[in-house]
């Protein structure tokens, strides 16, 4: 073998193992996306386990506290609900008609089991999913938020 094919199967087996390198990276950060719906767009493409952010505004009169630290409550966009459960510590400014993000999955029964749950922090925060998905559905306005 020459010194010229030498180097160029360094440099071939360099090149594969950065492909491979790539290729799995990028493997191992698709399986842990996570997608954000607003409660109208979800469709029956996202199926039971799969992990998803859920975004909308609380709905009023569906915070319901159960045993210990499970809380259900609805997340709505103004066109459709969806139910959530969630056990653990709400934020402390958690509450009806304010916006929210969720995230986890979908049981069987289809109400929505959430493993995190993020509200906004003061008067003018509006999680930026949260404030698109209702601007482009036309139920959140800019002058609400100020």
Same mark, same amino acid.
């Given at each position: 073998?020459? @010194?010229?094919? @030498? +180097? *160029? !199967? =360094?440099?071939?087996?360099?090149?594969?193992?950065?492909?491979?390198?790539?290729?799995?990276?990028?493997? /191992? *950060? #698709?399986?842990?996306? !996570?997608?954000? &719906?607003?409660?109208?767009?979800?469709?029956?493409?996202?199926?039971? $386990?799969?992990?998803?952010?859920?975004? #909308?505004?609380?709905?009023?009169?569906?915070?319901?506290?159960?045993? $210990?630290?499970?809380?259900?409550?609805?997340?709505?966009?103004? +066109?459709? !609900?969806?139910?959530?459960? &969630?056990?653990?510590?709400?934020?402390?400014?958690? +509450?009806?008609?304010?916006?929210?993000?969720?995230? #986890?999955?979908?049981?069987?029964?289809? =109400?929505? =089991? /959430?493993?995190?749950?993020? /509200?906004?922090?003061?008067? +003018? &925060?509006?999680?930026?999913?949260?404030?698109? $998905?209702?601007? /482009?559905?036309? =139920?959140?306005?800019? !002058?609400?938020?100020?």
């Amino acid at each position: 073998m020459t @010194r010229k094919q @030498r +180097r *160029l !199967s =360094v440099i071939g087996a360099g090149l594969a193992f950065l492909g491979a390198a790539t290729g799995l990276t990028l493997y /191992a *950060l #698709g399986q842990k996306a !996570s997608y954000f &719906y607003m409660p109208g767009d979800l469709t029956a493409s996202v199926q039971p $386990g799969q992990r998803i952010k859920l975004g #909308g505004l609380v709905e009023k009169g569906t915070i319901m506290r159960g045993q $210990g630290a499970t809380v259900a409550f609805a997340v709505t966009d103004s +066109r459709k !609900s969806i139910k959530v459960t &969630y056990t653990g510590i709400l934020p402390d400014l958690f +509450r009806e008609a304010q916006g929210v993000i969720t995230e #986890g999955s979908f049981g069987l029964d289809g =109400v929505f =089991v /959430a493993d995190s749950v993020l /509200a906004k922090h003061d008067e +003018r &925060y509006m999680p930026r999913e949260v404030a698109d $998905g209702l601007k /482009a559905k036309g =139920v959140w306005q800019e !002058s609400e938020s100020k």
